[in-house]
Every structure is written in structure tokens, then in C-alpha cells.
């Protein structure tokens, strides 16, 4: 067996001890006699499992009491359709648009109500954050939405927006349990696992309770209802219940490493050995507003789209797979999310070394 350093911005790379386990109960789940991908959702075996990693994910981010946990389908951007859905009482929103998933999810909310773009960093290809301390907050606005970490783009907020009162709701996809957050600053926090947490297939919702009721836009589907969910317990219909087993895998991997505060001192410090290097290179450079660098994601260029290409194909050649930059924007990118162990990112950057010495 040879495992590559994964460096894919989702799926991607999951805690090698995780897969282990789940290898281990493959066939037989703690004395089941069969695998949890064969079990009945309403069996208590699957009640535990899925309690257990509500129970982890709730410690891990310390998520007050009046916030409901929904472990949903459809990824994130079926959440680009239910946020509105449900929070559009207004059918007014106010969008800061820092990369492609806030544009789609901007775009999306135009179905159902106003949906404003009241800050951008388009101009400068998403490359840094909009000044958010004093924004053109709609009076009337339902939310304010941001995408947290961009993923594409390799930034991130460091400070939340002022939403002058307003509910703030934000896309974690690919900063998901990389760092403490305060969960009582936001009236949404959702993410699609597959970046940083577990398989694809899993999108988990962590909403304050006020914010589900029955007044949701006319029309919206029973399944697109956070009531729905929130009223039995992610099970309303069968849950993604593999997704959601390893999901609790990596939790209580997470307790092991020390929590939220040893993963976000951990991934400083991965971060900071491929930053430093960019910053001292003078083939590869970062792509990013240095005050807005991502812990996660790192787009880098040499400014040689031939050169570009040749340093992919090297790097996945010597164990460095995924590096090549999304389609949209071309370079490289390498997203060193919390399972990239920190060998991963010393022996990326000794091998961009021995590269920028033969080109
Ligand atoms: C990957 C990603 C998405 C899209 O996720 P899907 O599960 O494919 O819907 C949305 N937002 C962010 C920040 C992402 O990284």
C-alpha cells in the first residue's frame, strides 16, 4: 500500500487512523455482524452512532444549548436554495460576494426574494476580502450572508463583517473545524463535509432554534424545511448514515489532537511553512491579500502557465497529487486541510525547492 500527500480542495484527504477504524468494522460494526453502511437507521446501534457524533461536534465547537445540530443532504449548495427559503421572511438579503460559491449562492437567493450584493472583491479576481466594518446593510434585510473561506480563492474572513444587527449566515465549507469558532455570532453556520470533515454526501446545518418555524417562503418543499429536519432529529427521511458515522470518526479524532485550539495552532503552523516559502521564492508566488490568507486553501502561480503545467505533473509524479488550481482559475493550489499531516507540507515545499533550483 502507498498513500500520496492529497492535496484535493474536496473530496479530500481524511485522517488516515479514521479510515483505519472504519476498515476495521467494515464487515462486522462492534459485534452487529454487519457494516454500518447495511444498517437500519432506526436500529439503536444507528441512534448511537449518530447521537454520539452530534454529542462530539456540539463539544468540539461548543454549541450553545438554543442551536439545533441537522445533518442534511444535497451539500452546500442546497443550502444556497433553503437559506432564503426559510429566512426570507422580508425576501430581502443582503450578499458579500468574495468568490464563486457566494455568487452562486447570491444568484440562487434572486429566485426567491432581493437578494443584494453589498460588497465585492471581484474586481480584484477574489483575491482579498471587502472592507466589511461599515457596509450598506439593508434595513430590511433578512440576513447577511458571507462564505467564511474560499475555497477557490484561497481567502478568508479573519474577522467577521458588522452586520449591524443583522442574523449573520455563513458557508464553512472548507474552514469547518479548523479553528474555535463562536457559534452564538451566527444565526446560520453550514458546510458540506467533504472538504474537512468526512465523505461527500453530508452537509451539516447548525442553526439557532428561533430561526426554524413553519413560516417559510410558499412552495418550499417539506424535505427543504430545516423544521422538518430539526423535528426528527435528521431522520425524517433515511439520513446519509455512513457519511454521518465516519463524520463522527473524525470528531472524535478531533478530541484526540487536543480540539478546535490545538487544530488551529497545528494548521498556523502548517500554513505558515508553505506562506513562508511563497513569500521568499522567486519562482512561486501566493495569489492572496496577505492579511487574508486562508489556513486551508493556498493558490500559488510561478506566472508561467507552461511552467505551471510541468510543476503539476512533477509534483503528482513524486506523491503530490491534486495541486493543479481550479478551472476557473488556473496556477496551483494546495489545500492543506486538518488530516494533512505537516510532513505533507514540508516535503511539498523541499520539492517545490529542488524545483525552482532545475527551472
Ligand atoms: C465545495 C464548496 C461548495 C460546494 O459544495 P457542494 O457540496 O458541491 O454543494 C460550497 N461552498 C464552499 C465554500 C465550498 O468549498
New binding site residues.
Partial sequence: MSRVYNFS??PAVLPEEVLKEAAAEMLDYQGTGMSVMEMSHRSKAYQRIIDEAEADLRELMRIPDNYKVLFLQ???????AMVPMNLMKNKVADYIIT?Q??K??WKEAQLYGKANAIASSEDGTFSYIPDCTDLPISGDADYVYI??????YGTKFHNLPDTKGKLLVS?????FLSEPVDVSRYGIIY??V??NIGP?GV?IVIIREDLITEDTLPGTPTMLKYKTHADNGSMYNTPPAYGIYICGKVFKWLKRQGGLEAMKEYNEKKAAILYDFLDRSKLFKGTVRKEDRSLM?VPFVTGDKDLDAKFVKEAEAAGFVNLKGHRSVGGMRASIYNAMPIEGVEKLVAFMEEFEKNN
Fill in positions: 480542495a474536496g444535497g451539500g452546500a449548495h442546497q443550502q444556497f468568490g460559491w457566494a452562486k449562492a462564505c467564511e473561506n474560499n475555497t477557490i458557508d464553512v465549507s472548507s474552514c458546510g458540506g467533504q472538504k461527500a452537509v486553501n
